[in-house]
């Protein structure tokens, strides 16, 4: 099986079952075995599900994750999951896209779409609503009032000047 994390995807959860090997730096080893060279870890959870107690899975990513309860109805598999759950937000996918290898020993149980999210986007979304006609602003015609103040000051500025020079030909 393979999966394929989109390179604009938002939102999906990707739950994982895979027991490491030893208990050095699971979340390397867990990279590893489905093909990725860059993961951020911040966005992997490792959940040995024994440690949930009374838990179920299901009821651990309806509340962690807030994932939709009808959503996690239809993978019924993870009621039968035991030892370890890598839980992989798409955010944790560094390079994108990027094919993952779900068939070793790490198996793809269930893709799951956090709240706020449908089916996370494959491409930018174009929509009619921001097209428009855009016209360059028209320069808006002077007052009169504007106009008759620009008069005035060039004819304060002229007699201004002419006094200046019957001053310096009197003196």
């Given at each position: 099986?393979?999966?394929t994390?989109?390179?604009h995807?938002v939102?999906?959860?990707r739950?994982?079952?895979?027991d490491p ?8 080893q867990?990279?590893t075995a ?9 966005n992997?959870?490792h959940?040995?599900?024994a ?16 994932i939709?309860a009808?959503?996690l109805d239809k993978?019924a598999?993870l ?6 759950v890598f839980?992989a937000?798409?955010s944790?996918?560094?390079?994108r ?10 198996r ?5 779409w956090e ?5 996370g986007?494959?491409a930018?979304?174009k929509?009619e609503s921001?097209e428009?006609i855009l016209t360059s602003?028209?320069?808006?015609k002077p007052?009169?009032?504007a106009m008759?103040?620009r008069v005035?000051?060039?004819a304060l500025?002229v007699m201004g000047?002419?006094?200046w ?5 009197a003196?």
């Amino acid at each position: 099986m393979s999966d394929t994390v989109a390179e604009h995807e938002v939102g999906g959860v990707r739950v994982f079952h895979f027991d490491p090997p030893h208990d050095d730096d699971p979340i390397f080893q867990f990279q590893t075995a489905i093909g990725v060279s860059g993961l951020g870890a911040e966005n992997v959870q490792h959940v040995v599900l024994a440690e949930l107690g009374d838990m179920p899975l299901r009821s651990f990513l309806a509340v962690a994750y807030e994932i939709d309860a009808a959503a996690l109805d239809k993978v019924a598999e993870l009621d039968e999951l035991t030892g370890n759950v890598f839980l992989a937000r798409s955010s944790a996918f560094l390079d994108r896209p990027v094919a993952l290898k779900t068939d070793g020993a790490a198996r793809l149980v269930a893709m799951l779409w956090e709240p706020g999210t449908v089916g996370g986007f494959s491409a930018p979304i174009k929509t009619e609503s921001a097209e428009g006609i855009l016209t360059s602003p028209t320069k808006k015609k002077p007052s009169d009032a504007a106009m008759s103040g620009r008069v005035a000051t060039i004819a304060l500025l002229v007699m201004g000047l002419l006094v200046w020079v019957m001053i310096k030909v009197a003196g």
